[in-house]
Structure formats: structure tokens, C-alpha cells
């Protein structure tokens, strides 16, 4: 056993980190992460599947407990099965799955810690998804002795990644299957927020709360995280995104710096205007489409106000029906378009 195993076994918590930049660099937001994991308790393996030199890597280095250098194969969980190979078995009281996906922390990462383990619960994650089925989603994952030293987990994670999966497929079947199967051997799982929280418009439906309602999460749930992909590139069109700043640079002013001299790296993410988000929007779920989420932010903030609640979902069909109308028009429109 190395020196590094060694010491990690008897660590009192452990994180595995996966971590990946496409300049061959490690931002300033990614160190201030990892700085607050330590702070958290956190003995952090970086495992960076980038493209980084010497003075990069001895940067990173000086902000880390290991630094695992690999290939970049199998996204995060290729890095996540590569670690749990190579240094568990562990003492620690938790093990982590976390990655670079976030900007964090946003609020204290200690205290977030603190109250989601305060819930009895094997398996913790910060956000529960209906993205295609109930799962916790995996850039931050908490696992306890029980979950991390058993044989469901072990034998999961030493299963191959399917390197012929794209991004989407490798989620399904490693994100999803993950939460599955330890569901399926009777662990009990929390998350900080899961849809259950939500009103009656959300909790039956599809959708990724880390980008449809962001700041109910930060502002409301004391969330420390917010979605790396979402400031960069807007993927589902929220629009609101773009006043992060707002949000974040009250609460942690050095993150929001950071945030920003890394979203400069980047083209700046656009929603678009009304015509190019409802042509965007007419595959997709109604969760999903522009000008449904105002009834999707009412959805949370009326849970405790039931008139209020009802209205709003009344309201909410309103629109989705009148809404596939008009998109089924524009599909016939695209259709015929040379």
C-alpha cells in the first residue's frame, strides 16, 4: 500500500473528486472547492482526467490530500471506480463522490454537511432528480461505511464504464443505475432537496431542479451549489441564470469572482429570444419550456398556501395546453421548412 493510501484509509472523511478543464488548467473556483471540502473535514483524491503540466499540476497539488492523474475515459464515474479501487477499503465516516460540475461554496460547506447528515440516512446527495427516473444526482454524493464498504457498491462501481456511451447514456445508466441499486439493497437515501418539497405541479413531473430553480435553492434551501453548466452555457434556456451575480456575490464575494474570470473562458450563454426558446422548446417537456417557469418557481413558493397553490396549477394547464397547440404548429411549420 502506498503512503497516500495509507494515510487516507484512516482519514475521518474521504472525498474522491473528478475533475476535468478543456484549457489544461485548474480554475480558481475549482481550488476554492476543494479548499472548503478541507475545511469541511475532507481528505480530497483529485482525479483530473485533463491534460495539465507540471506547474498546473503542483498548483492543484498544494489544494488537494492525492492528485490521481489519469485518462480521460469514462467521465466522473471512470475516475470515482479508479479511486474506489485503488484506496478503499477506508475508516472514514463518510466517503464523497463530488466533482467540478458546481461552483461551491456558495454558503458555508460545513454547515450543509451538518444538516444533511443530521437526517438519519445511509446514502446522502444534495439533490434529488426525476430526469429520467428518481435518482440522486452524482456530483455530490455522501456515502457511510455501510453503503461505500459493501459489496452492491463495490461490485457497481468495478463494473466498466461503456466508453461507446455518449454523456447522456453514461448518466442513465451509472447516475440512475447507482441510486437503483442501492435503493434495490434497502439502503435508506436523503436528499438536502428532493421533489417531495415541491408543490403539485413539480412532484410528479420531470425535471432537474439545480437548473429550473436555481435560486429557489440558494436563496431558499441554503444551497452552497450552483451548476457550472448552467452559468456557462444556459443548456435549458432558464434566462434567469444570467443574474447570478446577484445571488452569489452576496453570499460569497471571492466566489463570485472566481465565477466570473471563469465564465470570461467561455462565450457568454444565450437563451435566446422568444422565437428561437419556443423552437427550442417543442420536443421537450412542458417543465421545460419558457414560459413555464414562473408557474414552476409559484410551485415552491405556494406550498404552504393551498388557494394560492391551486391557481396556480390551474393556471399551469392553462398555458401547457395552449402551449402544445402553438408548438404543434411550429413542428408542422419546421417540417415544411426546405
Known sequence: MTTAASDLRHARRVCFFAHYDRFGDVADHVLLYLDALAEAGFSVVVLSSATLDEAVQARLRGHCHTLV????AGLDFGGWSEAVRRFLPLEAEFLLLANDSVYAPITSLTAFVD??????????GAIESREHAPHLQSWFLLLRPAVY??????????????????????????EVGLTRVLDAAGFVRHAAYDLGQAGPIVRHRPINPSHLIWRYLVVQQKMPFIKVDLLRFDPVRVGSATHWRAVVEPRNPV?????AKDLRRFSPARAGNV???????????????PEMQSFIARDHAF?????AAAVNTAGYFLIETAGKVVRKSVRGLRRRAP
Open 69 to 72: 492523474m489519469r485518462a480521460n
Open 115 to 124: 444538516r444533511l447528515t443530521a437526517v438519519p440516512a445511509d446514502v446522502y
Open 149 to 174: 464498504n459493501s459489496a452492491t457498491f463495490r461490485d457497481f462501481m468495478s463494473a466498466p464504464v461503456d466508453l461507446s456511451l455518449d454523456k447522456d447514456a453514461i448518466v442513465l445508466a451509472r
Open 255 to 259: 466566489l463570485a469572482e472566481a465565477i
Open 275 to 289: 422565437w428561437e426558446r419556443l423552437v427550442w422548446s417543442v420536443d421537450r417537456y412542458p417543465t421545460y419550456w
Open 303 to 307: 406550498t404552504r398556501r393551498p388557494i
